[in-house]
């Protein structure tokens, strides 16, 4: 069981847009900058965005980061076929002393 | 261009041991704290250990400390992960990843991955 909480899944048509939520706690989250990926199994996993809203050059404003307390959330607007993938969040945790993933969202784009 | 290219990985049997590395190129190595990353076949990413870069600094993963020993080296630009005891659900794609140099923990660039797979 992951320490961040993510939905499993999510979905929505081409062109449409979606969130990804990660649920975590003070210890991490809430003290803590948030990261999200983009993975496709098998492949290396590509940064989307860093320090909870900032995005590496490179990566298209259709995807954006919001952190509020100990909850983040990833978002995805004018979505296509191609951003189907695995989303995760990371940050650090204090307790632990250690990074810590989410469990990984699947986006399908129907 | 930052590359990064694990290697090590394979077949072993439980109880046994390997070392990956990961060689760096196209950045000052020395000047980035580097992550172990892995995912086991139908799971999400796992973090396993991260190292500063001075190699003061040592994090694990609970589950792994006292089996996996993360080091350095700064002159040879690359980063091991040795790995100890191992067991079966140890069975990874190993990443090895490079800090980016902002604050917060994001992991700005990963290699392809060495897959370690532990089975009799």
């Known amino acids: 069981q992951s320490v961040l909480t993510q939905p499993p899944s999510v979905s929505a048509a081409p062109g449409q847009k979606v969130t990804i939520s990660c649920s975590g706690s003070?210890?991490?989250?809430?003290?803590?900058?948030v990261s999200w990926y983009q993975h496709l199994p098998g492949t290396a996993p590509k940064l989307l965005i860093y320090?909870?809203?900032n995005r590496p050059s490179g990566i298209p404003d259709r995807f954006s980061g919001s952190k509020s307390g100990t909850s983040a959330t990833l978002g995805i607007t004018g979505l296509q076929t191609g951003d189907e993938a695995d989303y995760y969040c990371?940050?650090?945790?204090?307790?632990?002393?250690?990074?810590?993933f989410g469990g990984g969202t699947k986006l399908a784009v129907l | 261009e930052v590359q990064l290219v694990e290697s090590g990985g394979g077949l072993v049997q439980p109880g046994g041991s390997l070392r990956l590395s990961c060689e760096a190129s196209?950045?000052?190595?020395?000047?980035?704290?580097m992550n172990w990353v892995r995912q086991a076949p139908g799971k999400g990413l796992e973090w396993v250990s991260s190292?500063?870069?001075?190699?003061?600094?040592?994090h694990y993963a609970d589950s792994l400390r006292g089996r996996f020993t993360i080091s350095r080296d700064n002159a040879k630009n690359s980063l091991y992960l040795q790995m100890d005891s191992l067991r079966a659900d140890d069975t990874a794609l190993y990443y090895c990843?490079?800090?980016?140099?902002?604050?917060?923990?994001?992991?700005?660039?990963w290699g392809q991955g060495t897959l370690v797979t532990v089975s009799s």
């Open positions: 990843a490079r800090l980016a140099s902002v604050s917060g923990h994001a992991q700005d660039y």
């Open positions: 196209g950045f000052t190595f020395s000047s980035y704290d």
């Open positions: 190292i500063n870069t001075n190699s003061k600094n040592r």
């Open positions: 003070s210890s991490n989250i809430g003290n803590n900058y």
């Open positions: 320090q909870n809203n």
């Open positions: 990371e940050t650090w945790d204090n307790t632990l002393s250690a990074g810590v």
